[in-house]
């Protein structure tokens, strides 16, 4: 039976819910032989994902998904096969997770100003991550009764576009590759199929960018069509995931892509292939 993988992957030391040992357990129980831990702006979990790898029988690629802003456009990009000990890498997530936490406070103040009355040491307490994201930002204001539900938190507030939705990703995704790159990595397009990311494609291609996401939880098969195609024509590298974040989405997506394992060895190679 083909070996198979789940390439997008997040844990609580993130907006995941699942701490790594549950993940591996959840990996293990949907039949997966290889998941990457792909936590945002974040490498805490991967030492522990990895210490786990003999007792499931499951390989850990260790990676990231670093945030990126390229024409006032938020994107994803993400890091496999890194060296998560890299200290250029390290430096570049902490200023990340600094703006994040800064943005938190501004979110907060805009809110007030539309009658949310939140606090922002409160929310940072309770996100208890160093990647502190807009979902736990979402989901304080839920379970402490501010707002209904997580649609009306980013439909009205804090979604893009919204009147208190706050950039602070200052890295451009020039910057994001490079400290990939840094690392021994491999930088692919997360989710390139939402969000009109493909519109600044040209920028990511000039900017280095190996590889699209191109089998996704949330794709259409027109969308992969598409991205296979644009994929193949510039030589890019396949990966495929769920974007898994435990139970913080309506259902638990991991394995909902099962990636043949064979793009996973094309990933390997090419990292390999940068470190010679």
């Known amino acids: 039976m083909e070996k198979v993988a789940d390439l997008h992957i997040h844990t609580s030391f993130s907006d995941g819910t699942f701490t790594p040992k549950e993940v591996m357990e959840h990996a293990s129980e949907r039949g997966l032989n290889c998941i990457a831990i792909t936590d945002h702006d974040c490498i805490d979990a991967i030492p522990m994902a990895l210490s786990l790898q003999k007792d499931y029988n499951i390989e850990v690629v260790p ?35 600094h703006g994040r936490e800064a943005r938190v406070y501004e979110m907060a103040d805009k809110l007030k100003q539309h009658g949310v009355n939140v606090d922002a040491g409160e929310i940072v307490k309770y996100a208890n991550s160093k990647a502190i994201s807009r979902l736990h930002a979402a989901r304080y204001l839920v379970d402490k009764g501010y707002l209904p539900s997580l649609k009306v938190v980013f439909d009205k ?13 200052k890295f451009s995704a020039s910057q994001v590759i490079d400290s990939i790159n840094s690392a021994g990595g ?37 969308t992969v069509e598409k991205l296979l195609n644009i994929a193949q024509e510039h030589n890019l590298l396949i990966t495929g995931g769920s974007d898994c974040h435990g139970t913080n989405k309506k259902q638990v997506l991991m394995g909902n892509i099962k990636l043949p394992y064979q793009y996973v060895e094309r990933l390997k190679e090419h990292a390999n292939c940068k470190r010679k």
């Open 63 to 97: 990676g990231v998904e670093m945030t990126a802003q390229e024409d006032d456009k938020e994107l994803h990009i993400l890091g496999y096969f890194i060296d998560y000990q890299n200290e250029e890498l390290n430096k570049a997530l902490k200023m990340i997770c």
């Open 186 to 222: 491999v930088a692919i397009i997360a989710h390139p199929g939402l969000n009109n990311v493909m519109d600044i494609f040209p920028v990511l291609l000039k900017s280095g960018i190996e590889g699209l996401e191109v089998y996704y939880a949330e794709h259409k098969q027109s």
């Open 157 to 169: 507030y804090i979604g893009d576009g919204r009147p208190c939705y706050v950039s602070c990703f």
